[in-house]
């Protein structure tokens, strides 16, 4: 049975992008607790109904239980929102270590989302990539992540795109 699981080795790979890779409407920035009700709409918004959160409570509980450490200790440089038109539309969630996986070592990605109004904007890249560079300059072996019901065909085939392989 295939695993859900993937893995991204980070050896030798450059420690910062070659060009900018934020599309010039979109900037990425730390994420901030007052980032939580428009990260949970945007969490809500982009996961077929009910996959990730029921509601928007829930949505919003979850990027409480996030923010507290519930899921694992978030590592502030690879951790980064997606900001649009002045709004945050998206996120990546990077934590020092799987909480699910103790045979994974390193930095583990516990959710990538965007808002599907900004869904097409090279949004979910660029945040990918910051991840992936935050993780490099920090001397990490490999970033990893786990895909499952929600993760749809494009966020697949940007995790292949970026050299993830299936464990």
Partial sequence: MPSDLMALPLAGRPTAPAAPNAPTAVTLRSVSPADRDA?????????P??????DLAEARQEIDDTFQGEFGTLR???????????????????????????????PFIIDLFVHPDAQGLAVGRALL??????????GDATLSLRFGEGTSPAAHALYERAGFQRL
């Fill in 129 to 138: 990539d910051h991840a992936i560079h935050a993780c490099a300059l920090a």
């Fill in 49 to 54: 109904a009910g996959v990730a959160a029921s």
């Fill in 76 to 106: 502030p440089d690879a951790t980064t929102v997606a900001v649009h038109a002045g709004q945050p539309v998206g996120a990546i969630l990077v934590v020092e270590r799987s909480i699910w996986d103790p045979e994974l070592d390193g």
């Fill in 39 to 47: 990260l949970a709409a945007a969490y809500l918004a982009a996961y």
